[in-house]
């Protein structure tokens, strides 16, 4: 069975920075692309990054482009999302999540999330 488990979350400043990572387990990590998502407190979900399977293609929300890089550890089924000059809009709960996106965590593989709060 696939799993996902996120980690790497916090209460930083706006400003600071923060790396996620998602350890992958239960399927074959190397021939899958993989999404990063969050919710905000009262929001729906968005979909913010994503990374082909061999890493060589990325995507970004315009929300988180040029402040967040994707990428992946295909030789330690990890997923990781750098995260530099967090605003307090970034908060949220961030998702890993196996591609294709599906849009909803009730179709495919997800993490339980892990927390990242922006605030001064």
């Known amino acids: 069975q696939p799993q996902l488990v996120e980690s790497g979350g916090g209460l930083v400043q706006p400003g600071e920075s923060l790396r996620l990572s998602c350890a992958a387990s239960?399927?074959?990590?190397?021939?899958?692309?993989m999404d990063w998502a969050r919710q905000a407190p009262g929001k729906g979900l968005e979909w913010i990054s994503n990374?082909?399977?061999?890493?060589?293609?990325?995507h970004y929300a315009d929300s988180v482009k040029g402040r967040f890089t994707i990428f992946r550890d295909n030789a330690n089924d990890r997923l990781y999302l750098q995260m530099n000059t967090l605003k307090p809009e970034d908060t949220g709960v961030y998702f890993c999540?196996?591609?294709?996106?599906?849009?909803?965590?009730?179709?495919?593989?997800w993490g339980p999330g892990t927390q990242v709060t922006v605030s001064s």
């Open positions: 239960g399927f074959t990590f190397s021939q899958f692309t």
């Open positions: 990374i082909t399977a061999s890493g060589g293609i990325t």
């Open positions: 999540a196996r591609g294709p996106w599906s849009g909803t965590r009730q179709v495919g593989f």
